[in-house]
């Protein structure tokens, strides 16, 4: 292995900026050298997240050099910026990267010149990453949806529906009308059914399937849980496809998100009924939906073990 791979975050205002810094600072074999914020350029990062008290970091507007940088920038600003930078890897956390044309003008509003980048799902194969230039970071729902499919893969074929709920960091940092706090605390709502930009995603990574998917908005910070009501599937199919994956744990009951906060692993409750099998899944969106996904792909890319840096024991209440 070698000695440190440089990392710079790029956009570490953002949640998902701060929290892969907040990985990329555990981990044995990263040496975060650097971290941009346009607004808050020349303060430390401490005075922007408290949480860092500790580590002596200046944010910057400028990118300095490194092995390996993370995009974590609202859609349509990595397109931008990504041609212009020199890397071993770019990683990018934005939804620019991991869609087809027209598919992705379709979903985002905007049209990307260029394919997409390999898309960095790691249980689709551990060693799809190694040696990638250029990884595109699945969507938080469509990790949690795809992981609840994937042992599924070539064995289904069809409609498939599923519902899921996310917190409200999902939205980003930003506050619009829908995810100010006095709106989202003490409500439900649905949003863009049938129209999520993450379903491509989905049906993309599992083949054979058209996904019809409710997601909600739910009145917490963080976690996303999503459910499927199957026909009878036998629960040994989670757990033999999992049975190695050291951020992965099948249950016989259904999983909390309580369990799986501050974590870099997903949980997923496989429970079998009369004819039918309920499938859930649950993560951490800013961990395993995001920053300790793009660090599992690094180390995937850099060829070192997956949960690298990651086993580490997530929030207890």
Sequence with gaps: MREKVRAVVVGAS?????ETLRWLFGHPAV??????????????????WPQFYGHDLTLTAEIPPADVY???LPHGEASKLAPSLQAECIIDLSGDHRLPEPVHGQHYGFSREGGPWPYGLPEMGFD???????????GCFATALSLALLPLSGKMQGRVSAVGITGSTGSGATPSDTTHHPV??????????LGHQHVPEVEAAIGDIKLDFVPMSGPFRRGILVTFTLPAVPARLWETFYQS?????????PPELLHVLGSARADIGVIEGDGVTVVQCAIDNLCRGAGSQAVANLNLRMGWPYALGLDRIGAVP
């Design 128 to 138: 799809r990453m190694l040696g990638a230039t250029h990884i595109a970071n699945p």
């Design 31 to 48: 040496e975060v050298v650097g971290a941009t914020a346009q607004k808050h350029a020349g303060k430390k990062l401490a005075e922007l």
């Design 70 to 72: 993370f995009l974590c």
């Design 245 to 253: 994956n050291p951020l992965v744990r099948v249950l016989k009951k």
């Design 14 to 18: 953002g949640y998902t900026g701060a």
């Design 184 to 193: 989202r605390a003490e409500n439900l709502r649905s949003y863009k059914v």
